[in-house]
């Protein structure tokens, strides 16, 4: 079943040439109209062409054995089928899954269809979750030409592997990693990248390097059913929203995908360097875990009574609480607890869109961002009062988390880098200190439920000397609006989770007037803006679209409700052909910029329907 009729190329005359192009040089990417497929271990992404441009190994923030999309040179590595006199194509998602189906089309109506996932299932007591691609190609008519073109490198691309072939299997091998391709395809035509007519079904498994226990096709299909099985699964015990129910598990599918199980970090994206706006050098690392983040990741899967991936989640973010021991807390950490992300530029990559540079690491692990205090109290706030849980929070993790609240109440209103991280600048932003008082309220409120009233009363009183604070220090009489500093001027979207948090009302008439003013000075139509004052890099040119969503929950709340639907709906139009979005959007021509897919803009489809939609009573 197809789940949201996908894009077919060309659309018009002047895409013909680009996918032209496309076709002759293999390597090359042009956008972000990519699906996604993983398992929680590892992530792949691939364009419409059915082409991985993305692939790291042995976790999200490792080395891109695939890496045309920051390469698309013929010097980049990927993984496609090549279709001869190529016409067109189409892709779409099963369904409820994560398994993507992508179909090739030539001038003569032959074509293939390729099926790809990354095999997820219960087996044995533990996910099967392995570090394997499975991709399957159907012919679907006539006599279709195809040529293969498996291309991994390693250490960034600087690696070529030395290749050994077997009867049904080829072995890449690279000084930190063997890579094992087993299949039924003829390896001669393989390994030579000969086109030859695909008269029957073909499977390719690549993976670590091992032998399979079972037949090539009866691998691939067990691990395609099972999988399916799983994704069917998962998806249909998600609480979804009356309307937009097919963005909404598309978007909630994507934030499991951004979970590293094995820990229980959670990405922000998948991708590294794809940049915030064409040639504005905004190009960072995001294959890491971010304390705020991962915080709107599990609080939206949470709306949809998925607690698994906060659970995981939770277990990662113990170990940061234990090891901080009341004392600083970084704003991010490697998805294995690491602390140090040194950024280095890879000069040898020519970038996205050869928009370079690349980097790999984040120095935003140096900065000091206050408001991480209250995103790690706010991110395990629930588990103290809900009782589904198999592992409830008590006593002893109160202990902690007052630890974390003791250093964001002491730091509150001092200067920091704020949410956005903002490299040469620091002021006491409003947003931290909005999530200082959102860790002194949740303390308070864990205390009256853990019946530790004395607890309570110091916690709610220092939320409501925080609160104090806010609301007299960040408003601009002149603006109308909240700014984003103690004692400043300019605007900030941010300070729209002042009512999300619940500092203020919907109803607060300051709080109308902020929306107000903001929609004036940040929005371009639909789109908002992250601030209006130029940051280390100049003024931003794109939208972010999690402001975007805050605008529409704050529109929502104070009554605005058509209003926000309309832009929802906008939103909803800038996803990609499979329902995905980037960090950004560029409110003239319409294009997503910045890393892929993000978090926080999956998160955005998720609240923001949660919202709006119509109550199932309506319907029933």
């Not at 691309?157 to 000084?175: D, K, L, T």
């Not at 530790?452 to 007299?472: M, S, V």
């Not at 400043?488 to 203020?504: C, H, N, Q």
């Not at 639907?565 to 980037?582: D, K, P």
């Amino acid at each position: 079943m197809k789940e949201e009729a996908m894009t077919t190329l060309p659309t018009a005359t002047s895409d013909a040439a680009a996918v032209a192009a496309d076709a002759a040089s293999p390597s090359s990417t042009s956008s972000l109209d990519l699906g996604v497929i993983g398992n929680c271990s590892f992530n792949a992404l691939i364009d419409k062409l059915g082409r991985i441009v993305w692939c790291c190994l042995p976790r999200f923030d490792g080395d891109p054995v695939f890496n045309a999309l920051l390469d698309p040179t013929d010097n980049g590595s990927l993984w496609s089928f090549q279709l001869e006199n190529f016409s067109h194509s189409e892709q779409w998602y099963e369904a409820n899954t994560a398994v993507l189906h992508t179909c090739l089309y030539d001038t003569l109506g032959q074509g293939v269809e390729i099926t790809d996932f990354a095999p997820r299932f219960p087996s044995r007591g533990r996910f099967f979750r392995p570090l394997t691609i499975v991709r399957r190609i159907q012919p679907l008519s006539g006599a279709p030409r195809l040529r293969i073109m498996l291309r991994p490198r390693f250490d960034w691309g600087r690696e070529m592997p030395v290749i050994s072939r077997g009867s049904n299997h080829v072995r890449y091998i690279g000084a930190a990693q063997t890579l094992r391709l087993n299949t039924d395809a003829p390896i001669s035509y393989l390994l030579a990248e000969t086109s030859f007519v695909v008269s029957r079904p073909l499977n390719f498994i690549l993976g670590p390097d091992e032998i399979l226990s079972q037949g090539i096709g009866d691998t691939a299909r067990h691990l395609e059913q099972e999988t399916l099985a799983y994704w069917r699964g998962w998806s249909r015990a998600l609480a979804t929203p009356l309307e937009w129910q097919a963005a909404v598990i598309r978007a909630a599918i994507t934030l499991k995908l951004s979970l590293y199980e094995d820990t229980g970090a959670i990405i922000a994206a998948m991708t590294t360097s794809v940049p915030e706006a064409p040639g504005s050098a905004r190009n960072w690392d995001y294959r890491y875990c971010w304390l705020r983040d991962a915080f709107f990741v599990v609080r939206a899967l949470n709306s949809l009574s998925e607690l698994g991936t906060m659970e995981d989640y939770l277990r990662w973010l113990g170990n940061v609480v234990v090891r901080s021991a009341g004392g600083h807390v970084q704003p991010l950490y490697g998805i294995g607890l690491e602390q140090a992300l040194p950024e280095l530029v890879l000069d040898h990559l020519p970038g996205y869109r050869h928009h370079a540079p690349v980097r790999v690491g984040n120095q935003a692990y140096e900065h000091f961002q206050h408001d991480v205090y209250g995103n790690i109290i706010l991110g395990a706030a629930q588990s103290f009062h809900d009782e589904r849980l198999l592992h409830r929070s008590g006593v002893e993790q109160f202990t902690h988390l007052e630890a974390v609240g003791e250093r964001a109440f002491a730091l509150y209103d001092q200067p920091d880098a704020g949410m956005w991280e903002l490299r040469t600048r620091s002021r006491i932003h409003t947003s931290s200190a909005l999530m200082s008082w959102a860790a002194c309220d949740r303390l308070g409120k864990i205390a009256s439920k853990l019946e530790l009233n004395e607890r309570a009363a110091y916690w709610h009183e220092r939320a409501a000397t925080i609160g104090a604070r806010i609301l007299k220090e960040s408003w601009n009489e002149e603006r109308q609006a909240y700014a984003e500093s103690f004692g400043g001027r300019d605007l900030d979207a941010s300070v729209l989770l002042m009512v999300e948090v619940g500092l203020v009302a919907p109803t607060d008439e300051r709080f109308i007037a902020t929306v107000d003013t903001l929609e004036k000075y940040l929005c371009d139509g639909p789109y908002m803006r992250r601030y209006e004052a130029p940051d280390d890099f100049g003024r931003p040119e794109t939208a972010f679209n999690i402001c975007t969503f805050w605008r529409i929950d704050a529109l929502a709340r104070i009554g605005r409700k058509q209003q926000a639907r309309e832009i929802f709906e906008a939103m909803l139009a800038a996803r990609n052909h499979v329902g995905l979005l980037s960090e950004d959007t560029h409110p003239v021509t319409g294009e997503m910029w910045g890393n892929f897919p993000q978090t926080y803009s999956m998160v955005g489809i998720i609240n923001c329907a949660m919202r709006l939609s119509a109550a199932w009573e309506s319907a029933i």
